[in-house]
């Protein structure tokens, strides 16, 4: 089977750690593993202890006071050693994965940057013309440098399945590298409260062979289509004067407002809102006609569109693929 960005697998789905698909999480994930087990077996030992002593030395009848000691050293340096041994080998363990999962970016050039906002993604991609939002496409096998940034509050990025976590803080660069194992669709979530929609800023990294990498570059670079009939003439009308273009660009129109996602191509993504619905012509309908009911606090205000207008725009902003 050939794989599409429809029929692309969705790997992770449950944004579990354990389910890695790249070097970088398997490392982060032998660092967990160890940690469970080193906490399963102080756990064990610590029931253990506590469910033998409460058996052995339970109160009998006629029992005298037990005998009272103070201090014993060798108790006392175990008690103290293990868990100084424990925090210095897993102090080194942790700094040796660190280093080895994401080592210092040296004078490598981001492939990607990616900036968190209240509450979406943007992806732009430098040395081409692409920039887009929420669904951020990467090509497998080759190690990618992230360049991660945040337009107002900060956001963290983390898809558990491609490994690191990293914050995003205004006026920082911080750096993420990431080489991803296999094509698929790679699910995550912002993790730093961000604010009212915090729980919405879901993360879908589309992972594709080099190849259909390339043609998806290619394909984004290019301008928007031109509306092809009288409805979606309508709707690129409304959106030029209706404000939609002082927050969103589309390339090549004369709208290239910043504040809300880049919708050149906005037609070939699959979902919409960072992963909260499909890009369905309905669900679209929805959006326009009250985005404060769909997605109470996003920063895009409610138009006063009767049902035409916002057929014409849905009709236009459908045909953007
Ligand atoms: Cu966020």
Known sequence: MKLT??????????????????PQAEKIKSLDYGFIAAASLVLLLVVGLTVFITIRYRFKKDDAEPKQTAGN????????????????????????????????RGRNKPDVIITGHQWWWQASY?????????????????KILMQLEAADVIHDWWVPSLGGKMDMIPGMHNYLWVTIDK????????SEFCGQQHAWMRIRVVAQTPADYEKWLTQHSLNA????????????ALFMN?????????R??????????????FGSRQTMLTGMMDNTTENINKWLTDPQKVKPGAHMPRFIFGPDSVRALTAYLKQLK
């Open 5 to 22: 960005i429809a029929n692309l697998p969705i790997i992770a789905q449950g944004q579990s750690i354990f389910n890695g698909a790249s």
């Open 73 to 104: 050293r060798k108790l006392e340096i175990l008690m103290v050693g293990i868990p100084l041994i424990l925090v210095i080998v897993f102090f080194f363990w942790s700094l040796k994965t660190m280093s080895a999962v994401n080592p210092d």
């Open 126 to 142: 430098p040395g081409t013309t692409v920039n887009t939002a929420n669904e951020i496409h990467l090509p497998v096998g080759k």
């Open 183 to 190: 094509p698929g669709i790679y699910e995550g979530a912002c």
């Open 225 to 236: 289509v031109k509306p092809t009939d009288t409805l979606a003439r309508i709707g690129a």
């Open 242 to 250: 209706a404000s939609c273009s002082s927050c969103h660009s589309i």
């Open 252 to 265: 090549g129109t004369a709208a290239n407002g910043m504040q809300g996602p880049d919708l050149t191509h």
